[in-house]
């Protein structure tokens, strides 16, 4: 049987609520349009990326799973993403900058 509140108090006495777990998968939403090089159409596809990261910010927890999603969503312009991982390997691994730099060197 359930002990009563506090007095005055507005939450029922009872089991602790628990509190609510973190999200473990992507929150699937509209995804950021493929970005396809046009500088027009750069700042669409960059506040789409933050909005998307920002919402699922326990999955792009780090700047290298922002850069690796964004250079996963610019397949249109895939020349530009071969010479971004060319120059940015080192002994045959991809050297991931901050995301700040990265948005940059867009």
């Not at 009872?14 to 699937?28: D, F, H, K, Q, S």
């Not at 349009?33 to 789409?48: C, N, S, W």
């Not at 996963?72 to 060319?86: G, I, N, P, Y």
């Amino acid at each position: 049987m359930a002990q009563p509140g506090p007095p005055g108090s507005q939450v029922p006495a009872g089991p602790a609520l628990a509190a609510a777990a973190p999200p473990t998968r992507e929150i699937r939403l509209n995804a950021p349009p493929v970005f396809d090089g046009t500088r027009k159409k750069f700042t669409t596809f960059l506040q789409a990326m933050l909005l998307y990261t920002g919402i699922n910010a326990h999955i792009f927890n780090t700047d290298e799973l922002k850069i690796k999603f964004a250079l996963l969503t610019k397949k249109e312009a895939a020349q530009w993403c071969e010479s971004w991982v060319r120059k940015n390997q080192a002994a045959g691994a991809i050297v991931y900058p901050t995301w700040a730099t990265f948005v940059v060197e867009l």
